[in-house]
């Protein structure tokens, strides 16, 4: 029964979340006694469906982005010829966690106008350190002894890399992703200071009327979108894991 236990909750919180998502008037009387003089209960000003699944997009856009861009340099700068770049793409993905979100939306906003394009930008630099940093110490740490019987096998430069170093160094790349999607579940709220359509524009609805609902409607989504994904990346990272052990051996 232990063993079934996570299961059967992860479960229950994926009927919850389509059940909140897709009628949340289901849950008008517990969160009822959070609102004040008769305000709305359940956001009204457009459907948490929708705004979940633009939410899901900005997030899958960003961050397939960033693993290209990140996964790309880490390949580059452990090759022989691309190792003297090392420094410079440390120094261009630190770029996302060097800025707060909100600064990168405030310049972006100039150049690329409001909307889900400066979203875009900030998840996709905020997304590149974890997945890069991940994808070179996969790269580097790879067992010396498969390289070098790659190699002997007479491999090309580009076999090893796509049937060894990218198969082995997986599970570790699936780590840096499974860390930028939580990460950028969170931080797309904020796009919605920039009229991007996201689940943070029902939180803020719910700071601008001091409506607790709301917000709690808007950040237990969240929540359990951020809690259902690293589940499943992680999921996904150990059958990777399990899987390039049993091809090495």
């Given at each position: 029964?232990?063993?079934?236990?996570?299961?059967?909750?992860?479960?229950?919180?994926?009927?919850?979340?389509?059940?909140?998502?897709?009628?949340?008037?289901?849950?008008?009387?517990?969160?009822?006694?959070?609102?004040?003089?008769?305000?709305?209960?359940?956001?009204?000003q457009g459907s948490l469906l929708t705004l979940t699944l633009?939410?899901?997009?900005?997030?899958?856009?960003?961050?397939?982005?960033?693993?290209?861009?990140?996964?790309?340099?880490?390949?580059?700068?452990?090759?022989?010829?691309?190792?003297?770049?090392?420094?410079?793409?440390?120094?261009?993905?630190?770029?996302?966690?060097?800025?707060?979100?909100?600064?990168?939306?405030?310049?972006?906003?100039?150049?690329?106008?409001?909307?889900?394009?400066?979203?875009?930008?900030?998840?996709?630099?905020?997304?590149?350190?974890?997945?890069?940093?991940?994808?070179?110490?996969?790269?580097?740490?790879?067992?010396?002894?498969?390289?070098?019987?790659?190699?002997?096998?007479?491999?090309?430069?580009?076999?090893?890399?796509?049937?060894?170093?990218?198969?082995?160094?997986?599970?570790?790349?699936?780590?840096?992703?499974?860390?930028?999607?939580?990460?950028?579940?969170?931080?797309?709220?904020?796009?919605?200071?920039?009229?991007?359509?996201?689940?943070?524009?029902?939180?803020?609805?719910?700071?601008?009327?001091?409506?607790?609902?709301?917000?709690?409607?808007?950040?237990?989504?969240?929540?359990?979108?951020?809690?259902?994904?690293?589940?499943?990346?992680?999921?996904?990272?150990?059958?990777?894991?399990?899987?390039?052990?049993?091809?090495?051996?």
């Amino acid at each position: 029964m232990k063993a079934w236990l996570p299961l059967l909750l992860r479960l229950a919180l994926v009927v919850l979340l389509v059940a909140f998502v897709t009628s949340p008037g289901w849950f008008e009387p517990l969160l009822k006694p959070l609102t004040e003089n008769n305000a709305p209960v359940i956001y009204n000003q457009g459907s948490l469906l929708t705004l979940t699944l633009l939410h899901l997009r900005i997030v899958l856009i960003a961050t397939v982005a960033a693993t290209i861009v990140a996964v790309a340099l880490a390949i580059l700068v452990t090759r022989p010829a691309g190792a003297e770049f090392l420094p410079l793409s440390r120094s261009l993905v630190n770029i996302g966690q060097t800025f707060p979100p909100v600064a990168v939306l405030a310049l972006a906003v100039p150049a690329v106008g409001f909307g889900e394009k400066p979203t875009l930008i900030a998840l996709f630099l905020y997304g590149l350190l974890p997945i890069f940093e991940n994808a070179l110490t996969g790269l580097t740490t790879l067992p010396a002894n498969v390289v070098e019987a790659a190699r002997g096998a007479g491999m090309t430069g580009w076999q090893r890399l796509t049937k060894v170093e990218l198969p082995l160094s997986a599970p570790i790349i699936l780590g840096g992703i499974r860390l930028s999607v939580v990460i950028s579940l969170a931080t797309a709220t904020i796009g919605s200071t920039v009229a991007a359509k996201t689940l943070g524009e029902v939180i803020i609805a719910g700071l601008l009327s001091n409506n607790l609902a709301f917000i709690l409607q808007g950040g237990l989504i969240v929540a359990a979108l951020a809690v259902l994904i690293y589940d499943g990346l992680s999921a996904i990272e150990r059958y990777a894991a399990r899987r390039m052990g049993r091809e090495a051996e």
